[in-house]
Every structure is written in structure tokens, then in C-alpha cells.
């Protein structure tokens, strides 16, 4: 078990934010048939997860409202707490680190998070 220090400021003191049990979630693009692959796909409720490409490169996903609405964004690597059960739709951007042009595939990525019910 590993202890991870955010950056990011929580308060007016800029206090550091420790988390522990973070679990990492990667999202890969399989450029052949334009669409991602989810490692780990189901997490528990309450985790503190971070998306990110493992093949090096910036992740940025949208999660989807169900009427395909843009709603959360998350940044490569930024922690993020999934507080409701549910299965969850979201777009994935891609792109190079030294690069800003971002590649979408057609197909997102999908996460359950367990329970499902609220």
C-alpha cells in the first residue's frame, strides 16, 4: 500500500492533499479499431482512482450524462473519487506528452462502479 501527495491546493494554506489505496485505471487506444480498453473496468464505490494511458501519453476523459450530455471532465493522472454506484459512459482525448493535438475515438470507454445502487 502506497501513500500519494497531491499538488493541489485544498485550502488557503495550500495544504497538500495525502491519498492513500489510490488505484490507477488504465485506459489504452487500440488505434486499429478506434476504441479504448479499460483495466480495471469495475472499481468499488467510494475508491480514489486516476485514469491514465499506459502507453505515456495525456489522457483526458468526459464522462457522459445518459443523455450523452458532457459532464465531468478529468485530467490525466488527477485523482478522482467514484462516490456513486453505477455504470458510467465516458469520451477519452488523446495525445502525445509533448503534443496538445488530441485524438477521440469513436467508441469511449465504460466503468461500473459496485455497488451499483446509490
Known amino acids: 500500500m502506497s501513500t500519494i501527495t497531491q499538488a493541489t491546493p485544498v485550502d488557503a494554506v495550500s495544504t497538500p492533499v495525502v491519498f492513500t489505496d489510490l488505484q490507477d485505471i488504465q ?3 487500440d488505434k ?7 483495466t480495471p473496468n469495475q472499481m468499488d464505490k467510494g475508491a480514489t482512482v486516476r ?3 499506459p502507453n505515456g501519453g495525456k489522457l483526458r476523459i468526459v464522462f457522459l450524462s ?4 458532457e459532464m465531468d471532465s ?3 493522472s488527477e485523482p478522482y473519487v467514484l462516490k456513486i454506484g ?5 469520451k477519452c482525448f ?3 506528452l509533448e503534443g496538445t493535438t488530441e485524438t477521440s475515438p469513436e467508441n469511449g470507454g465504460i466503468i461500473d462502479v459496485v455497488p451499483q445502487r446509490p
Open 27 to 29: 485506459v489504452a487506444y
Open 32 to 38: 486499429i479499431h478506434d476504441r479504448v480498453t479499460v
Open 51 to 53: 485514469f491514465h494511458d
Open 66 to 69: 445518459p443523455c450523452g450530455k
Open 74 to 76: 478529468v485530467s490525466d
Open 86 to 90: 453505477g455504470t458510467y459512459h465516458f
Open 94 to 96: 488523446f495525445s502525445p
